[in-house]
């Protein structure tokens, strides 16, 4: 009878762990006040419609110089930091699907990853994601940056690899999605993060990692933003 419930319990640890990066997904109050300080500026000076809108975490919210490093086309900045995936799913419907934006580039997953959500959770925030800007936005083009190695973060590189890995696949079967590959530039040639694109944290890049992201990322946004 114990090897029994000892089975059953291995059993139902896979379901446990689902559950619990389920339960973490759901608390979204933390951020109220980043959102409605967008609604705020919205109101202040209303964007007009089909700019590009970057959305994630606080790669994004630092990318303080986006319509300068941008300058082809209007962009929007939606990043709110220590944000994961479901946070942007979460509050699409107000800081995504007013803007009606010509394309979306997200930045998230590392805070996901960090928390301990498994690679395979982290493809299914975003494909979640995905749905929801394009119930709001038909066919709108969605560009993912890749998790970037950091150095504070140096110790979770194998499990950012396999969800870069698995957004990247996944991608490469939808029409309209693209993985911006920023995970390889960043890497030494020993395979390893590198000091120099980040600030004294190791976490948060510097204007060196901003200009390796703008070659990357600069013409998908060209191509497809207006």
Do not use: C
């Not at 933390?30 to 606080?58: M, N």
């Not at 300058?71 to 509050?91: K, L």
């Not at 493809?123 to 940056?145: C, H, S």
């Amino acid at each position: 009878m114990t090897r029994w419930i000892l089975l059953s319990l291995i059993a139902l640890l896979p379901a446990l762990a689902m559950a619990h990066e389920r339960d973490a997904a759901n608390d979204h109050t933390i951020w109220r006040k980043d959102i409605a300080a967008f609604e705020a500026a919205d109101r202040a000076q209303p964007p007009a419609p089909g700019a590009v809108l970057f959305i994630g975490s606080s790669s994004i919210r630092f990318w303080t110089t986006l319509a300068s490093d941008f300058p082809e086309v209007r962009t929007i900045n939606r990043g709110f930091g220590g944000s994961e995936i479901n946070d942007a799913t979460y509050f699409a419907d107000r800081i995504v699907a007013p803007y009606r934006p010509s394309a979306i580039v997200m930045y998230a997953g590392d805070n996901d990853i960090a928390a301990g959500d498994s690679p395979g959770f982290v493809l299914k925030e975003f494909q979640d994601f995905v749905r929801k800007a394009r119930a709001a936005t038909p066919g709108v083009p969605i560009a993912f940056i890749a998790i970037k190695p950091s150095m504070a973060r140096e110790a979770l590189l194998p499990q950012i690899r396999v969800a870069n890995a698995k957004i990247r696949d996944w991608a490469a079967t939808q029409k309209g999605v693209t993985y911006l590959d920023v995970l390889t530039p960043m890497l030494g040639e020993d395979g390893q993060p590198q000091p120099k694109w980040f600030r004294d944290d190791g976490l948060h890049m510097n204007r060196s990692g901003y200009e390796l992201w703008i070659g990357i990322v600069k013409p998908w946004v060209d191509a497809h933003g207006r």
